[in-house]
């Protein structure tokens, strides 16, 4: 009998979601299904309102990476008045984003990631979190959680808030960069600097010598980032898009991504996936850490780029090891800390000229950052008034769909006949690798109870539940 | 003694709030210390709902999943905290109000330009059929801490005195009490947008024109938008006198205060906010507290041509 294991909900990711195992006859896996249960419906409710509010107002998709909303939604309403940010104004957005992706990928590795990979995928459901990290490890917990602190703040600093920012505004930024808040983010900087190289050798203390556990969610599949000049790049660039290969397939500014990707709803999920045209061809693909390190020709700082070359050579270039992307988001941690040491000896990050003016009416825009979790995407159809006629947001987890259920069944057929604590957390330890963001991928959160059903020919034939 | 025991369950909303809980930062680990957390899970494998003394709720109920979610925690804590402006007001996703849910879902699914499916997804979770709903419509609540999301400093308070066994003791004042602008009679007539040129960093938004929501909003923030250079628009949710007054609206208090510090006519204020009343009561909106006043014809409104 073909049969299906579901797990739901899912815990330690961000948001709603169930997994559905189909499995044959001969209990081989032969496919799997993240389900994204819930929605909130942002791209309708924001129709008819100003498009210079959505910087703030759609932080609010997001928690975990409100400030790549934030951002993202600032570029859109700069091109919309056609407001040049001066480059004071850039110098403080790219230091937000360094301050929240090194916020960001700091909880993901030790809070939400980390118990699975320190206390092991076998540890006992109770114990496997970050209080039992605490205590099995209080050292390490304890700087990881300063370095996810030291994250928030500089993006506080810069900000107004450290979860839900509020100073990037159409042209610019709403607020000047003094010498008291230059010098709390310079120590703010130097220390994350200090503890990013202290995350990353115990990161890779944890990843290096254990093949097992590198290889074991291979998933070969198409890559997409954004690089600067082929350099990576979280703010601004062009999208890049290579072949299992590593060769480059298609290089394109995001505002033609309507000229590539598709949507499709699924059944069974609120969360859309997306596919990308390559002439003829649409392909899968994976966003994030894994895939902007596969895409770059190099990183920006120097000490990230000798991590990037050393990482390179132990496990090759392009790399589809999946569970590297918890190594290459602790380089990218590195080189958001080197930045931003970088930004705050910039002499201009403290000009007072940091916005610009609208030189036109309102016309419609689209614009890209990098958010922690890959690709971001808003686009703002707007009237004359500068009111929202229609809103797309094409988010980092929706990129990932597709390679999250396939990476799923890797999980799956792993597992399978592992005891049941084990399988149910071999199988959410596959989908945390991504470090879904389901409450962007829904443009919701909520809770991730988990639900595992196993199916063999459209039966449920045992179900998992937490 | 033995620790207090937290439980924490999240519905519809966007982990803001379980952040400002890490925003805690260095007293983070004080609190730890204080407390056993039981449930939390976007950090621990817990899945069902263990008893406890404090329940805390964040985001707002939205499906039938939350619905049970919320009930079991009602059932298995001795007190719930409804935690930030979803669990208190329904928060911004309470701007669907203003649409039916089967235009959010076309709209989402069908009409979308990169979308080229034409079906609305039918094995998932069924949406509430009113909308977005505050926790308290379907559970009693003990204790509210309205914001988007509530500050650390709020945050610490409503520990503190949660697990000290007693009432937090917060101030009822407005976003206005922290801002440092000063107010200032001015020659504006006409309302203008944040984008409409310069803006005067030590003035009081509304003497320049622009509408800020500060005066009518309760200050669960520390007031970081006018601090930052931009208006508030009102994310933790109305102010007491709007809570407890049922002549008293956003717009009319709104209007009464700008039109005479300004040349600005109060009729033109509110008209414009009644125009853009899914943008200024978004966070609140959801909330039967103000659907109910007299004042509050938020459809009507928007059936008029506004959005």
Same mark, same amino acid.
């Given at each position: 009998m073909g049969r299906t294991i579901v797990i739901?909900?899912?815990?330690?990711?961000e948001g709603h979601a169930k997994i559905d195992i189909e499995i044959d006859d001969n209990d081989k896996v032969v496919a799997a299904r993240l389900h994204v249960l819930e929605f909130r419906g942002f791209e309708k409710f924001v129709e008819g309102m100003q498009v210079e509010l959505m910087p703030t107002l759609t932080t609010r998709i997001c928690g975990t990476c409100p400030h790549a909303h934030h951002l993202v939604a600032a570029k859109c309403a700069d091109a919309v008045f056609g407001a040049v940010p001066p480059r004071a104004a850039l110098l403080q957005r790219q230091l937000l984003n360094a301050g929240s992706i090194i916020h960001s990928h700091a909880i993901h590795f030790f809070a939400l990631a980390g118990p699975d990979l320190?206390? #092991?995928? #076998?540890?006992?459901p109770a114990d496997r979190n970050i209080v039992s990290l605490l205590r099995a490890a209080p050292e390490l917990a304890k700087k990881a959680l300063r370095l996810r602190s030291l994250g928030q703040k500089i993006a506080e600093v810069v900000g107004g808030r450290g979860t839900h920012p509020v100073t990037a505004v159409a042209g610019g930024m709403a607020t000047v960069i003094d010498q008291a808040k230059l010098s709390q983010l310079r120590a703010l900087s130097n220390e994350a600097l200090e503890l990013s190289r202290f995350a990353l050798e115990a990161g890779k203390k944890v990843l290096t010598d254990r093949a097992e556990l590198i290889e074991l969610l291979p998933l070969s599949t198409h890559d997409l980032g954004t690089v600067q000049n082929d350099v990576w790049d979280l703010y601004d660039g062009t999208l890049r898009m290579c072949d299992p290969e590593g060769k480059t397939a298609c290089e394109i500014p995001a505002t033609k991504y309507k000229d590539v990707m598709v949507e499709e709803a699924i059944a069974h999920s609120y969360s859309k996936r997306v596919l990308f045209k390559l002439g003829s061809q649409e392909v899968d693909y994976r966003v994030g850490p894994l895939s902007r390190l596969n895409i770059c020709g190099k990183l920006p700082t120097p000490a990230a780029q000798a991590e990037l070359e050393e990482y390179r050579s132990k496990f #090759?270039?392009?790399?589809?090891?999946?569970?590297l992307n918890h190594y290459a988001r602790l380089i990218e941690l590195l080189a958001c800390a080197e930045l931003a040491v970088s930004l705050c000896n910039?002499?201009?990050?403290?000009?007072?000229?940091v916005q610009s003016q609208p030189t036109h009416g309102p016309r419609s825009a689209i614009a890209h950052v990098e958010a922690p979790r890959g690709l971001l995407i808003h686009d703002y159809d707007v009237d004359d008034q500068g009111l929202i006629r229609k809103a797309n947001f094409l988010v980092a987890t929706q990129h990932n769909i597709s390679s999250i259920d396939k990476s799923l069944q890797v999980a799956a057929e792993r597992f399978w006949n592992k005891p049941e604590a084990e399988f149910v957390n071999g199988v959410e330890f596959a989908i945390r690798c991504y470090d879904p963001c389901l409450s962007c991928s829904t443009h919701q959160v909520g809770q991730m109870p988990m639900l595992i059903n196993m199916i063999r020919r459209g039966q449920v034939i045992r179900q998992v539940r937490r | 003694m033995s620790k207090v025991q937290v439980s924490f369950e999240w519905l519809s909303g966007c982990s803001g709030c379980e952040m400002s809980v890490v925003d805690l930062h260095e007293r983070l680990l004080d609190v730890l210390d204080e407390i056993e957390l039981v449930r939390i899970p976007i950090l621990m494998d817990v899945k069902d709902y263990p008893k406890a003394t404090l329940g805390i709720i964040t985001g707002a109920l939205k499906t039938e999943h939350d619905v049970h979610a919320a009930r079991e925690m009602r059932k298995s804590c001795d007190k719930i905290l409804a935690f930030g402006v979803c669990a208190v007001y329904g928060g911004p996703q309470g701007a669907a109000y203003a649409h039916k849910q089967t235009e959010i879902e076309e709209a989402i699914f069908q009409k979308n330009p990169t979308t080229r499916t034409n079906f609305i997804p039918n094995d998932v979770p069924e949406m509430l059929p009113d909308g977005v709903r505050p926790v308290d419509s379907e559970i009693d609540v003990d204790l509210y801490l309205p914001g988007c999301p509530p500050h650390a400093y709020y945050v610490a308070q409503a520990l503190k005195a949660v697990l000290g066994g007693t009432a937090p003791e917060f101030g009822g004042h407005n976003v206005c009490f922290h801002c440092r602008r000063s107010m200032k009679k001015s020659e504006v007539v006409a309302l203008r947008r944040s984008h409409d040129g310069p803006v005067v960093s030590d003035t009081c938004f509304m003497s320049q024109g622009i509408l800020c929501m500060g005066s009518v909003t309760l200050d669960r923030c520390l007031a970081p938008c006018p601090q930052h250079g931009t208006a508030c628009t009102g994310c933790a949710g109305p102010s007491e006198n709007i809570i407890l007054e049922p002549h008293i609206d956003i717009r009319t208090e709104i209007a009464d205060r700008m039109s005479k510090i300004t040349r600005i006519k109060r009729e033109a204020i509110i008209q414009e906010m009644e125009r853009r009343s899914k943008t200024f009561y978004a966070y609140a909106m959801a909330s039967p507290v103000f659907r109910?006043?007299?004042?509050?014809?938020l459809r009507r409104w928007i059936e008029q041509g506004g959005t």
């Open positions: 739901n909900p899912v815990t330690r990711i320190l206390l #092991g995928i #076998g540890a006992a #090759g270039h392009p790399t589809h090891q999946v569970v910039d002499a201009e990050l403290t000009s007072p000229d | 109910q006043k007299p004042t509050f014809l």
